[in-house]
């Protein structure tokens, strides 16, 4: 039993992430451990295995990479169970499921590490990780049809896992010009999706091409007329309204497809220092109009 499992401290150099390859990588994260730790100390043990007689990290990736950042940190405390490869990484999964920790994808690379290394059949890997043999089949086949850029993308934080299940959508082939496009026009993942839907649907590959080429216009044609600045059928004060949310909404799509590409690794340290104010703002700002827009929605539809 993992509770049972066996407590000590170890130094970091001592603690290998052989698994780490199953977790996707969050600087964001990792940055806001880093201050718990330095504020509050380590809250709770990290999970680990013994592996070829080295302690190798089962949970706890962020929690390791932050006192690895921190030169005051030497140690962690960690609880030690034992563990093959193939338990290991029901370990990974099944500590991490009760607090939906894990995305879409990391499922989805544990379930491959299971099937292709560790040559555990699909109706036995939804047995071991309490999930019914579909759910296990559509993670298998969405870490399969991600081609290796975009697979390599995700692992340093270069694409979300929501654009990426987008970018699956399309054969291995065709993947490789999509991430330039998306780094290039740092497409929101609503622009994304359409995108994929006109590439899949396209006719010829003059069509594709054109797509590629000028995603936005052909995004643009494919929905038909654009909504006037305003409608007539509004009051001066609506009106005025509407074209504030119209200039918000663009806005805010114009930062998603930043966040959401590869802007956020194209910061530098100095970047990061002097834009964060602005982001602790925008989070702040966002939640509350958030809020407040869901009250109105309620109060105008009677919900």
């Known amino acids: 039993m993992i509770a049972d499992a066996e407590l000590v401290e170890v130094a970091l150099e001592e603690i290998g992430e052989h698994f780490g390859r199953l977790r996707l990588h969050m600087p964001e994260a990792e940055r806001a451990m880093a201050r718990s730790l330095r504020r509050y100390g380590q809250l709770s043990p990290v999970m680990v295995c013994l592996r070829q007689g080295r302690y190798e990290l089962i949970d706890g990736f962020k929690r390791l990479a932050a006192a690895r950042s921190l030169v005051e940190w030497g140690r962690l405390l960690v609880r030690v169970m034992e563990a093959d490869d193939k338990a290991a990484k029901a370990a990974m999964y099944g500590l991490n499921r009760v607090g939906g920790k894990t995305s879409e994808l990391e499922e989805a690379w544990i379930v491959y590490a299971l099937v292709r290394e560790d040559g555990v059949s699909q109706l036995e890997v939804a047995e071991l990780l309490g999930r019914h043999k579909t759910w296990v089949c559509r993670r298998l086949a969405l870490v399969e049809k991600l081609g290796e850029e975009a697979k390599e993308e995700l692992r340093v934080g270069l694409l979300t896992p929501t654009a990426a299940r987008h970018v699956a ?103 990061r220092e002097i834009l964060s104010p602005r982001f602790e703002r925008l989070a702040r700002d966002a939640t509350s109009v958030a809020s407040l827009s869901r009250d109105l929605v309620m109060e105008l539809t009677g919900a």
Do not use: C, K
Request: no cysteine; glycine share 8%; aromatic share 4%.
């Open 169 to 271: 959508r399309l054969p291995q082939g065709n993947q490789r010009e999509l991430l330039r496009l998306i780094r290039r026009e740092a497409l929101t993942v609503h622009e994304l999706e359409g995108v994929v839907t006109l590439l899949l649907s396209a006719a010829s590959l003059d069509q594709q091409r054109y797509v590629l080429d000028f995603p936005r216009e052909a995004l643009s044609q494919a929905m038909g007329p654009e909504v006037p600045a305003r409608d007539p059928r509004l009051s001066p004060v609506a009106g005025q309204l509407w074209r504030r949310l119209s200039t918000l909404l663009e806005m805010l799509g114009r930062v998603e497809g930043f966040l959401s590409s590869q802007g956020r690794a194209g910061l530098t340290a100095r970047d």
